[in-house]
């Protein structure tokens, strides 16, 4: 299952979020002060996302499993450059925070750590990963929020590796538009079939089975 395409701008409803409703200008600050002061128990961790505060648990086993195998093979093929992948780290934008499965950013990211030291600024970050979440909530955060939110900040290339999408899939995005909130190059390809990033510090980087393990209807035959 392979397919090209260019996404759709986004609809007023997909755009409509807390930050354009009349909460004012100073809703990102807020949230961002509110974010800095929060005490989560352990396993959990808090992320900005359209002018909301998110909080998650920390992925199961196989969710790690998959964003871990990546971060390491990734790191090989970044070896002989200037880049590096990361996990773990807060990834910055006008008062946003995420904390991606996985992010490629420069090796020596001291000049684009933001000011307070929280986390590096998302100017820096080449390439992130999401191993999507199981439930309603967090299909939508990882298919649909953190796409947008990601495209805004003009990450150029978004990588989704979806467990729950048919017998699993794995999306390559990448182009964004910014103002629209969308990446109008989209590469969908389902486990199984490999899929090489065709930009960027990770250009020629392939994912395919020894990462995202075989499609689903195959695991239990």
Known sequence: MTALAQEAPVTTSETTTSEA???GPDLDEVLWQAWKAMELPEGFHAEIIEGSIEVSPTGRFAHG???????????KH???GVHAAYQDMNVIHDRKVWIPDCFVAPEDPEEHVTDDGIGI???AV???????SPGHDGLERDRERKRRAYARAGIPVYVLIDDYDDHGTVS??????????????AHHVGYGT????????????TIGEAITGPPRNTRDA
């Not at 499993?65 to 790191?75: K, Y």
């Not at 490999?194 to 980087?205: D, L």
């Open 21 to 23: 409703t009349t909460h």
């Open 65 to 75: 499993q998959i964003a871990n195998r990546l971060r390491r093979v990734i790191d």
């Open 78 to 80: 970044l070896d002989k």
């Open 121 to 123: 600024k998302a100017s």
């Open 126 to 132: 080449q390439m992130i990963v999401e191993v999507v």
């Open 172 to 185: 390559v995005l990448t182009s964004p538009r910014p103002d629209d909130g969308v990446y109008t190059n």
């Open 194 to 205: 490999e899929v090489t990033i065709p930009e960027g510090p990770a250009k020629g980087f």
